[in-house]
């Protein structure tokens, strides 16, 4: 019999050493997992027969609520337990290793007052993602903008999530770039500017230094339109613009919008907006590149509604949020603009989500198609570092309205804070919540 050419003895060699190798590490597979202790074996879902719910609520001092609703921690695919029939998304695609596993406590979550808010599904999507993404400070508001009613907030701070929306009429956040929504619209109220006035723009977008504010008189350099300015959130032009029209009108501007007001029962605190009569000072006022500007969410919240509602301002209330909202809606004489200006406004959010600093992840990363394209999203993005307490805080101040369904709207709000390790930034987590409401009220 002839021999096989070399080359087809080898490979023949090479496939049935494969298939040994094969079957070699199959059978010791399967011997391994069948000698595997049962201390190494997952824990089932499934409570063994000897548990019931007085051990659970043993471990819960809030063991009087319905848990009947509720799942356990380790039947969540996140670690949580939550309200039955909602489903958490797949974060995966969205966070890398974000150390949530070490920040879950075990046992069941208190979800009072996740239960006690208007939208209970939506309250917990939002206790899900502070748990999940662990900002040192975290603050988020949701308003349906037709009613002004608050019906979903979440609050995290001192390593867990609150029971309590302690934080959200406080007045120590820095506005950081959300003020240039103040700079904005007094820019329109003068009638010296429009959306598409050119400005100049001298040096990088994210600093303030004496030099970008000297414009020469024959100025042939680069410009940006003030939409543009604002949705890039661009800080010398925004500075230019407010040097131009004066402290006087800014001012005038910031009052409308809620700022340096006491309102009733203190909910929320006052907001604070000085501006010198000229300077570098005034430069800063103007484009948030100061501390002295503070903001609270629950104002940030009524300073977006009143632009889509073209409405004077009112402050977002809750019935069982007392003493940190008001109880019903409340009238605040605080004038209105022009609604040429409510709609420059309006138009410069909605264009920081389509070319703007909102654009990266306010889009299909983290919203479904269907949703993203059933919307229209407008807001605004800010990040500075404050003192009380002190980090680095992110903001986004926003909308989401269906354009088949005028009437269905909400404003959202997220406020975060970071130390040493910064968590998803604030238009991701808004973005993946207007994206579970758009779920559950949008037709298909």
């Known amino acids: 019999m002839e021999r096989l050419p070399y080359a087809k003895r080898m490979r023949n060699r090479c496939i049935a050493i494969a298939v040994l190798v094969f079957i070699i590490v199959a059978i010791v597979h399967c011997s391994t997992k069948e000698d595997l202790p049962a201390s190494n074996i997952v824990e089932s879902n499934i409570a063994p027969a000897d548990s019931s719910s007085e051990s659970i609520a043993a471990n819960d001092t809030n063991a009087f609520y319905d848990t009947t609703a509720f799942d356990t921690a380790n039947t969540a695919p996140n670690g949580l337990s939550r309200l039955t029939g909602i489903e958490d998304e797949d974060f995966d695609k969205t966070s890398a290793s974000t150390g949530f596993e070490n920040s879950v406590a075990t046992g069941v979550r208190d979800t009072l007052h996740i239960k006690s808010q208007k939208n209970p599904f939506l309250a917990d999507k939002i206790d899900i993602l502070l748990r999940r993404y662990h900002p040192d400070l975290g603050i988020i508001l949701v308003v349906d903008t037709k009613t002004n009613e608050i019906i979903a907030w979440g609050e995290r701070r001192d ?28 820019a329109m109220e003068s009638n010296r500017y429009s959306l598409n006035t050119p400005i100049p723009m001298i040096g990088r977008h994210h600093t303030l230094y ?7 008189e024959k100025y042939k350099g680069p ?33 409308k919008l809620g700022y340096n007001r006491k309102f009733p029962g203190n909910a929320p605190n006052a907001s604070s907006y000085t501006a010198p009569d000229t300077g570098y000072g005034l430069a800063e006022v103007a484009c948030g590149f100061t501390t002295s500007t503070t903001l609270t969410p629950l104002l940030a919240a009524a300073q977006v509604r009143a632009v889509l509602t073209k409405k004077p301002l009112e402050i977002p209330w809750a019935r069982n949020m007392a003493p940190f909202a008001p ?14 200006t409510y709609y420059g406004l309006r138009e410069a959010m909605l264009r920081s989500v389509t070319q703007g ?20 999203l407008g807001g605004k993005t800010g990040s500075l570092d404050g003192n009380d307490p002190a980090g680095r805080y992110d903001w986004f101040m926003g909308f989401a309205e269906a354009r088949n369904e005028p009437g269905k709207s909400i404003v959202v709000i997220v406020m975060q804070m970071h130390k040493e390790f910064r968590s998803q930034p604030a238009t991701q987590v808004a973005a993946t919540i207007i994206n579970y409401w758009a779920h559950q009220n949008l037709k298909n």
Not at 164 to 183: E, N, Q
Not at 364 to 375: E, Q, S, Y
């Open 159 to 186: 390593d867990q999530v609150q029971n309590r929306p302690d934080y959200i009429g406080r007045s120590t956040f820095p506005a950081a770039s959300l003020a240039k929504l103040v700079t904005i619209a007094a």
């Open 223 to 255: 410009t940006m339109e003030l939409a543009e300015a604002f949705a890039r959130s661009a800080n010398p032009p925004m500075a230019i613009v407010g040097k131009n029209i004066g402290a006087k009108r800014l001012l005038a501007a910031a009052a």
């Open 357 to 376: 600093t909102a654009h990266k992840h306010m889009s299909t990363r983290n919203m479904a198609r269907k949703n993203f394209d059933a919307l229209r």
């Open 210 to 216: 004496l030099n970008q504010l000297r414009v020469p």
């Open 327 to 340: 109880q019903k809606p409340i009238a605040l004489d605080v004038g209105k603009f022009s609604d040429n």
